[in-house]
């Protein structure tokens, strides 16, 4: 920042730019284009100069990696998170058996409940008179019933796939094997798939779950106190 060009002992220009904060020097020899004199000089004026964010103007923390604000983050997610229940299939909590999704509710899970049964049991621990509530509550995830969000994602139980013993030949063997060759020209591979199907089937109860922002799960009447 406040960029400045250096001159020789006789006064001519050294044609190299200092930043005025630090005084690291810029020299048009880094670059290659026709401008290099102009971008230098670009270099020393960006150095030091504390980012700011590309949405609303306003200074960045240096170094946190962000390019927009904190401010304009939260508004653009609002925004996103508005069209997205716009266009979402709407279904009543009563209609739905499945895991769901809140960010709101992060503190359990990230968010993720295996069903509403599980969330109809958060907001019981978790609802607390307005008349009650303090700070020190709000740290522990503590709420009041007008805070309840009035809906949830719906979410889709993520199980573990089919292994290939072509697929792990593939990826692991290839270069060992002679060209063309694949687990069709390996002894075992048909017990290795065998063992492969057994492992999956064996942990077919676990899973993850991947928000489905296609269906919302309205809330409504949920919470009775
Ligand atoms: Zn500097
Ligand atoms: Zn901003």
Known sequence: MNAFELF???????????????R????????????ASELAMGQAEKCCRPP????C???LPLHNGWVSCDKCR??????EEASRFEKAEKISWSDWDGPVYCEEFAGHHDGYFENLEHVEEYLNDHVMDETEIEDSDREFGN?????IPKYMWACIRN???RIDVDDLVEGYLIDWL??????KDLEGADDLQEALDTFIGLNQDIWTYDVDYKKAILLDGLYKR
């Not at 690291?24 to 401008?35: I, T």
């Not at 709420?143 to 805070?147: K, N, Q």
């Open 143 to 147: 709420i009041v019933e007008a805070e």
């Open 52 to 55: 700011v964010c590309n949405k």
């Open 178 to 183: 002679p060209e063309e060759w694949g687990a």
């Open 57 to 59: 103007g306003v200074e």
């Open 8 to 22: 020789m002992p006789d006064g001519k220009s050294a044609g190299i730019y200092a930043c005025g904060k630090c």
């Open 159 to 161: 199980k573990p796939g």
């Open 74 to 79: 939260r508004e653009r997610g609002m925004v």
């Open 24 to 35: 690291l020097v810029y020299s048009p020899k880094w670059f290659v284009e026709d401008n």
